[in-house]
């Protein structure tokens, strides 16, 4: 497959997610968009592999790890149920690349005041040197009244 038509695909399903995400179509209105792709176009998954998969080097069961993930020099990827501060506390790791189609280990980060439930993880974005975290249950402010962590 060309560039050119790469990228002609990936703009139409990039159209497709802006349009679900501001509500100007119902979910079957966009569904029906995405099915226009010709045939052809359709190859797009069969000739797209995946570089590498990404895991959790401490994960256990229910961490959920891959809530939420963010590309950006890094990557960035939430488990919002992770246990190290507290049952369902959360934990982000952070992932850089190694090579052409290699990412290493990851660093595991977690709230400096985490608490049970308090769900860190579940939104996450990177650009550059700057992650951003959420915990959209933290307490300090009044019962689930949520923080975001800034690290760099």
């Not at 790890?65 to 982000?92: H, K, M, Q, R």
């Not at 439930?117 to 959420?134: E, L, M, P, T, W």
């Amino acid at each position: 497959m060309n560039h050119e038509r790469l990228l002609k695909i990936t703009q139409k399903i990039a159209g497709l997610f802006c349009i679900l995400l501001i509500g100007a179509c119902s979910p079957e209105g966009a569904w029906d968009m995405l099915s226009r792709l010709s045939e052809d176009e359709s190859v797009l998954a069969q000739e797209v592999n995946a570089i590498q998969k990404l895991a959790a080097w401490d994960a256990q069961a229910g961490d959920k790890f891959g809530t939420s993930v963010s590309i950006g020099g890094y990557a960035i990827v939430g488990a919002p149920n992770e246990d190290t501060g507290g049952a369902n506390a959360g934990a982000a790791y952070i992932f850089h690349r190694t090579g052409t189609n290699t990412w290493d280990a990851g660093v595991k980060i977690v709230a400096s005041d985490a608490q049970a439930n308090d769900k860190f993880g579940r939104s996450v974005a990177i650009s550059r040197d700057y992650a951003i975290v959420g915990a959209d249950r933290e307490d300090a402010g009044g019962s689930d009244a949520g923080a975001a962590y800034i690290f760099f």
